[in-house]
């Protein structure tokens, strides 16, 4: 779920998209609580040196940088693995389930992998504190719930407190759900 829903910023109170979920802010407002700031001042750089840092990033761009793939396939790897071991641990969870949802009792599907091996409704496995959040908590059984898509989108986007499973993951983890 990498796409921006428009919702209102808790900070601003404006109708945006959301860049931080776990703080309901929009992207301006999650950058000046990171301390960060738009606004701030230019840094005036005399014009011989700006036609030199100009020439010089034209000339770096143009070089092809022999370690570029090498790093390529490193992220590469280091996500499936973090993919594999999400399998493992989405496989553990799916064996220890009733298979429906925890908000709706809406039947989830029974079988984990389809003929060819991939994981099937991945969207079942929701985080209660999300991964990004608390990163520890990611492969943590207490931090999942299984949701159908519909509950587990307004878990992640809506108004978590007017859900049934709010108040039983709010006493898991108090410090993160207030």
């Known amino acids: 779920m990498n796409k921006k829903y428009n919702m209102d910023c808790k900070k601003c109170k404006k109708e945006k998209p959301i860049a931080n979920k776990f703080h309901g802010l929009c992207s301006f407002c999650n950058n000046k609580r990171l301390g960060a700031s738009k606004n701030k001042s230019k840094v ?87 991964k990004s959040i608390a990163p520890e908590l990611r492969h943590d059984e207490n931090n999942i719930n299984h949701l159908c898509h519909t509950c587990h989108f307004k878990w992640d986007m809506g108004d978590k407190k007017s859900m049934k499973i709010y108040e039983e993951n709010r006493l898991k983890y108090p410090h993160f759900l207030k």
Do not use: M, W
């Open 44 to 130: 005036n750089i005399p014009k011989s040196k700006k036609s030199a840092l100009k020439d010089a990033s034209v000339r770096l761009k143009r070089n092809v940088d022999p370690n570029k793939d090498a790093i390529k396939k490193r992220s590469k790897k280091t996500s499936n693995n973090k993919i594999a071991l999400d399998e493992l641990f989405y496989e553990k969870c799916f064996h220890n389930s009733d298979h429906k949802c925890e908000e709706c009792e809406k039947q989830l599907p029974k079988k984990f992998r389809n003929d060819n091996g991939r994981v099937l409704a991945r969207f079942r496995y929701s985080h209660i504190v999300a």
